[in-house]
């Protein structure tokens, strides 16, 4: 158990639908970050938070939204879902600025399948 | 933008034989570099890190070797077994956002 927990780990929806994916980081950690994978491919970089303010925003889609709460756990929104949206999400934390270690913790990821 | 890429996307080694795995980056102002694997539907796992005033780190089994010269970042696995198939990602980090840039992804597979 690496500490940050995706919920749920697999989801299986319909084009067009919206669905919401979970994350509270490791205890401690006040950055999250937001990653899609897909099939045999590379991490793509969503957005990350740092302790409830948007920090940075890579490939994410208009779509797509998140948002981290006061309690630091994180949720990933998606909306008029396409098939192409089918992938692996994965959310990371780490303990942010001022660390000597900028190495991450990833959750053990979401599977979304859009049908 | 810059980005850290891999040479190979995919290495096939004997079991029981030294694994090196590559990357490159081209942001020479990155001071910290990470190795992580990641095995079939799991997250990436941090294996092993290296500052940019070191020139080698060694872990259980891992070393991982930087050249700032021609901004090259390798891992070498020892003694490779079964259990290190999984694909390898190299990330660097710049500074600014704490946010790590990352590699394609090496797919490293073990023949018996």
């Known amino acids: 158990d690496s500490g940050v927990t995706q919920t749920p780990k697999h989801l299986i929806t319909a084009t067009g639908q919206r669905v919401t994916l979970r994350c509270s980081p490791r205890s401690g950690d006040l950055s999250v970050y937001w990653y899609q994978q897909s099939l045999d491919q590379g991490l793509q970089f969503l957005i990350q938070y740092y302790n409830g303010e948007e920090r940075a925003k890579g490939n994410i889609l208009e779509r797509f939204s998140a948002q981290q709460f006061p309690d630091l756990h994180s949720e990933l929104n998606l909306s008029s879902l396409e098939l192409g949206d089918s992938a692996l999400y994965f959310c990371a934390s780490s303990v942010g600025r001022g660390q000597a270690n900028y190495g991450y913790t990833f959750g053990s990821g979401t599977r979304l399948t859009v049908v | ?112």
Request: some cysteine.
């Open chain 2, 1 to 112: 933008g810059e980005s850290v890429g891999l040479h190979l996307p995919t290495l096939s080694v004997q079991e029981g034989d030294n694994s090196i795995i590559n990357c490159a980056y081209s942001n020479s102002a990155s001071d910290y570099f990470i190795w992580y694997k990641q095995e079939s539907g799991k997250g990436p796992q941090f294996i092993i890190d290296i500052r940019s005033n070191m020139d080698k780190r060694q872990g259980q089994r891992v070393t991982v070797l930087l050249n700032k010269t021609v901004k090259h970042l390798s891992l070498q696995i020892a003694a490779t077994q079964p259990g290190d198939s999984a694909v390898y990602f190299c990330a660097e980090n710049l500074g600014s956002n704490y946010q790590l840039i990352w590699g394609a992804g090496t797919k490293l597979i073990i023949k018996p």
